[in-house]
């Protein structure tokens, strides 16, 4: 399929807006919003609420906008179950090339599926560019007849096993595999062992309904009372129910591990096979891991590392590092599948088990190797493999300035101006929709790493910050340190943080990694501002460290959000005698829960990368890795000077007795 260029891309813009192309350019930030773009707001507001007659009264008012493909994409969108398919293809034909069209071909095709329509499906099939709905791709895997079907079977396994949730594209294509005996009862029931891991009941009953209506019956008991359920089985079980005690015991292990490790080990064990004990044991072996329970190797060693999944390595290769285990964590690293194994998370482990366990020069040169496979400045375990090989991060060579003509390219570009005018009128989520849509196709055939650098520059220009850092991540052969690592109200943070000692470069790191410099930014759980300051603890801080005359509706003013973000950062970071990674998983989750993830008097003291990698919560392992990743790089754009994460990361000892002020009083 041949994607529209830039060109085109302009060309059509041009040909939508008319006399009103004027208004295709994003409005500059002091520009006053106009009656109409109040109209698409309210349309958005619509959208959202299903409103149907409110989205076709307000259309009108929409015509000749600049976003006008959003609103009759909504308006379209919100009744699209009962609209004619001529409606659907004279949107089509008016809005080509556009997001909006790929977005309602995206959606028109699950309407399609639905309803088992493959004429009109197979047809609308190849001119859909997005390609990237799991549900689409299961309803086409359906259709295809043109490939082997055992292949086929591996593409729909594949698809179906990454979705959490119950869809009907899946399900509908590995049901009419398993008719056709291409899936086993054994690919049905792992998809509903991982639904029941992932606490989707309903995706395992959707899963097993596949098999029978009897092999679902039981689920709702399995799902609201496992203990209670494995009670009444006794006596010999077929294949069926043994399958059914997998999901109760992996139910049970979600909140109760060792629990079920002992009716596994006491009772169920010999009326399992290997393969079901062992995924069982790793299901317990997971969640022991997340509780930092020292039994978590110990369950672990009861499974076959062969028939575990890439989840279950992950935490067994978690567990070991804690106690040092170093030929476990080799062991199950090489387990897990060739696209776990080349993630650089667990390249970096395998080479430092390797070291660990070296006995030749060859060992050592193998781990070498390794390192050197994924040294780099990008991220986390990129850095920690450049200090493994006694090099440092620096600020790599700035590319080639960026000519006049490719950032007119980029100015003129229709989806970049769309989606930076959504943005300035406030609908950032889909402005931020049309913007990757426009910079993503690069993976495609499309945008240049030099476009995608242009762009970026767009983006910083109008002080979109996000966009520019996440535009500028996506470069392949070369980096843009400054367009990447941006520094916006540099006085303002050099400022504070030399005030109250803290490392500027610490400081940076953690607004890139909260708010992408977005000062009106808003989580779903109220955090607000550069910092994602809660309210609660905005005024906590507030009165810590004298802002005596703080309102809340000051929390996302830039200075005073800086100053109490700072001043909570710096309380926490002395609570926690200076540990970034600690002070930094505080500043996600709490200062109560990175205290009790230090483990018990008496544990081990560990590296800190091996103490963020075993953080239970993977929001808050992620952004420790992120944080810390970002603050290495912001420190050799400040000083100019190589840099070293390991340094920065040290190391983190067990808990000692009581709590100090920070954990204590903190709302």
């Not at 192309?21 to 500059?28: C, F, G, K, R, V």
């Not at 639905?114 to 990237?132: C, I, K, S, V």
């Not at 594209?169 to 509903?192: H, M, P, V």
């Not at 400022?495 to 009106?520: C, H, N, T, W």
């Amino acid at each position: 399929m041949q994607f529209p260029t830039i060109l085109t891309s302009i060309a059509l813009l041009a040909g939508l807006m008319g006399s009103a192309a004027s208004t295709a350019q994003a409005p500059n930030k002091t520009q006053v919003k106009t009656s109409k773009d109040d109209a698409i707001v309210e349309m958005s507001q619509a959208f959202k609420q299903g409103d149907r007659k409110r989205l076709t009264t307000l259309l009108p008012q929409a015509r000749g906008h600049a976003l006008e493909p959003w609103a009759a994409y909504w308006e379209l969108r919100a009744r699209l179950d009962v609209a004619p398919a001529s409606e659907v293809q004279s949107f089509f034909g008016r809005f080509p090339g556009t997001y909006q069209e790929d977005r309602l071909r995206n959606d028109w095709l699950l309407v399609l599926g639905q309803r088992r329509d493959w004429t009109a499906f197979a047809a609308e099939l190849p001119h859909y560019r997005m390609n990237d709905d799991r549900e689409v791709r299961c309803y086409a895997l359906g259709l295809d007849t043109l490939r082997p079907a055992d292949e086929v079977a591996q593409d729909v396994k594949r698809q179906w096993y990454s979705q959490k949730e119950a869809d009907d594209g899946c399900t509908q294509a590995a049901a009419q595999l398993y008719t056709a005996k291409k899936l086993t009862d054994s690919d049905i029931w792992r998809k509903a062992r991982l639904a029941m891991e992932n606490n989707r009941p309903r995706a395992a009953r959707q899963a097993a309904d596949i098999i029978s209506a009897d092999a679902s019956k039981p689920m709702d008991d399995i799902s609201s009372s496992p203990a209670r359920f494995l009670a009444k089985r006794v006596g010999t079980i077929g294949r069926t129910a043994k399958e059914w005690v997998v999901l109760a015991l992996i139910r049970l292990a979600a909140t109760e591990p060792e629990a079920a490790a002992s009716l596994l080990e006491n009772h169920w064990s010999v009326h399992l096979t290997p393969e079901q004990r062992s995924w069982v044991w790793g299901a317990i072996g997971k969640q022991s891991a997340q509780k930092l329970s020292d039994l978590a190797s110990e369950h672990f060693a009861k499974a076959r590392d062969s028939d575990l999944n890439d989840e279950h390595l992950g935490w067994k290769v978690r567990a070991a590092m804690r106690f040092a285990r170093w030929k476990d964590v080799l062991a199950a690293t090489l387990a897990m599948s060739p696209e776990a194994r080349q993630e650089s998370t667990w390249v970096y482990w395998r080479a430092r088990a390797m070291l660990q366990l070296a006995k030749t020069e060859a060992d050592r040169a193998e781990a070498t190797r390794l390192f050197e496979g994924i040294a780099g400045v990008r991220g986390f375990y990129e850095q920690l493999a450049l200090d493994e090989l006694g090099q440092r991060v620096s600020t790599p060579l700035r590319p080639d300035a960026l000519t006049e003509q490719e950032k007119d390219m980029a100015r003129q570009n229709a989806g970049l101006q769309r989606g930076l005018y959504a943005i300035q009128i406030g609908l950032r989520s889909d402005g931020v929709r049309e913007w990757n849509y426009s910079t993503n196709l690069h993976q495609r055939g499309g945008m240049s790493d030099r476009e995608l650098l242009a762009a970026a520059d767009l983006a910083c220009g109008r002080e979109v910050w996000d966009r520019c850092i996440n535009t500028s991540e996506r470069t392949k052969s070369v980096l843009d340190f400054e367009q990447r690592f941006p520094m916006p109200f540099k006085d303002s943070v050099l400022g504070r943080a030399k005030q109250i000692g803290l490392d500027p470069a610490y400081v940076y790191g953690l607004i890139r990694q909260e708010s992408r410099f977005i000062m009106d930014a808003q989580s779903h759980v109220g955090a607000a501002g550069l910092m994602q300051v809660m309210p609660p603890t905005a005024r906590w801080t507030a009165k810590k460290i004298g802002l005596t005359d703080f309102k809340p509706h000051q929390i996302t003013e830039r200075d005073t959000n800086i100053a109490i973000g700072t001043g909570y950062l710096k309380l926490v970071l002395d609570d926690f005698a200076g540990s970034m990674p600690m002070a930094a998983a505080a500043y996600n989750a709490g200062p109560s829960r990175p205290r009790s993830w230090r483990g018990t008097t008496g544990g081990p003291t560990l590296e800190a990368a091996i103490w963020a990698e075993n953080v239970p919560f993977a929001e808050t392992r992620d952004y420790v890795k992120k944080v810390l990743s970002n603050t290495t790089n912001y420190a050799a754009l400040i000083t100019g000077q190589p840099q070293s994460l390991k340094s920065r990361l040290g190391l983190v000892g067990p808990r000692g007795a009581g709590a100090t002020e920070v954990a204590a009083d903190l709302p």
